[in-house]
């Protein structure tokens, strides 16, 4: 089956401090693999995605590259802020209908809990 | 543009009792998926709707139904509360065409309490 694995949090670190956070993932085919970002008491949010190998999405300083060999998908930030606290989410999809859809099924991973402090 | 909308924001049922969420997607947003996170589980899909048909189910017990209505406003329905099913129940819409496909638009959830 498919399953996303992330580092175990939760992660504190100070602000303009350099963020990684692991990411893993077993799949049967083709997953695209996403970021996601849950803010307290909201839904989640996207943050990048990536659909093929060797693919780095990116957005608001964050980035991660599709790397098929290692089958990993780690977030990196070069400095963070205290406005990135938040919980991260892995995910993945992969397709089973026509034109690539997974029919709405995001497998995620439990999530790191990230904490930045001024 | 509105985003997605969930009602009620939050629900506090007895066990026994069923319960109906509801999900407004943003508009233009055919696709209509619902998800539960817990603690202890995570994330779980539930089922997706595209155009008032059921097209994906996760594995989760028959007393979750869901279904959309012509203007893609879906609800999802839990008969015979149990205990386990306090969560944060999760509905996401997508727009389904070319690379806004697997694009996730998240509500804000619904936090069902069972007592």
Redesign the interface.
Same mark, same amino acid.
């Given at each position: 089956g498919n399953s996303v694995t992330q580092m175990e949090g939760p992660v504190t670190l100070s602000e303009e401090a350099f963020l990684t956070i692991n990411c893993t993932y077993t799949a049967t085919g083709y997953p695209?693999l &996403?970021w996601?970002v849950q803010y307290p #008491?909201? !839904?989640? %949010?996207?943050l990048l995605?990536a659909?093929k190998a060797d693919d780095k999405g990116s957005n608001k300083g964050f980035e991660a590259t599709y790397r098929k060999e290692t089958t990993s998908f780690h977030l990196e930030k070069g400095s963070v802020q205290v406005s990135d606290s938040a919980v991260y &989410?892995c995910a993945l999809?992969v397709p089973?209908?026509a #034109? #690539?859809?997974?029919? !709405?099924?995001?497998? &995620? !991973? %439990? !999530?790191t809990i990230l904490t930045v402090h001024p | 543009k509105a985003g997605v909308t969930q009602t009620p924001r939050y629900l506090i049922k007895t066990r026994g009792q069923q319960v109906t969420l509801s999900c407004s997607p943003i508009s233009g947003h055919r696709s209509v998926s619902w998800y539960q996170q817990t603690p202890g589980q995570g994330l779980q899909f539930l089922f997706e709707y595209f155009s008032e048909t059921q097209r994906n189910k996760g594995n989760f017990p028959g007393r979750f139904s869901g279904r959309q209505f012509s203007n893609s406003r879906s609800e999802m329905n839990v008969s015979t509360l149990e205990l386990g099913d306090s969560a944060l129940y999760l509905c996401a819409s997508s727009l389904e065409v070319g690379t806004e496909t697997e694009k996730l638009f998240f509500g804000s959830g619904t936090q069902l309490s069972v007592l």
């Open positions: 695209s &996403f996601y #008491g909201e !839904g989640l %949010q996207l995605k659909t &989410f999809s089973i209908g #034109g #690539g859809t997974s029919y !709405g099924k995001l497998t &995620f !991973g %439990q !999530g | -």
